[in-house]
């Protein structure tokens, strides 16, 4: 079946960078529109970045473009998130996520795969 487990959460300081990766087992990881969600205590789910698997195309949150940068590595089958220039908004649990669909999804509820999520925190 289709599994997905992310790794790389942890703590930095405001300014600082972090690498979120997500490796994908059961199926090829091309297939698949994956997308970063992350979740902070008393909020929805907020979609942070994603890319679908028509024309790899991404997608990334007002609050994160240019700072962050979502892609696939087809070698280790992961889907990894580079965050710089954190900020201390950007403290939330994450989450990768995928679905079948080749145009990417905003809603959570679109996808049927997730992993576990991992705790981002940035101090100041």
């Known amino acids: 079946q289709v599994q997905l487990e992310e790794s790389g959460g942890g703590l930095v300081q405001v300014g600082g960078s972090l690498r979120l990766s997500c490796a994908v087992s059961g199926i090829s990881i091309s297939t698949l529109s994956m997308t970063w969600f992350r979740q902070t205590p008393g909020k929805e789910r907020e979609l942070v970045a994603r890319?679908?698997?028509?024309?790899?195309?991404?997608d990334y949150s007002p609050s994160v473009k240019g700072r962050f940068t979502i892609a696939k590595d087809y070698v280790k089958k992961t889907l990894d998130l580079e965050m710089t220039n954190m900020k201390s908004e950007d403290t939330a649990v994450y989450y990768c996520?995928?679905?079948?669909?080749?145009?990417?999804?905003?809603?959570?509820?679109?996808?049927?795969?997730w992993g576990q999520g991992t705790q981002v925190t940035v101090s100041s």
């Open positions: 996520a995928a679905s079948r669909d080749r145009i990417g999804i905003n809603s959570p509820s679109g996808y049927p795969y």
């Open positions: 890319v679908q698997s028509l024309g790899g195309i991404t």
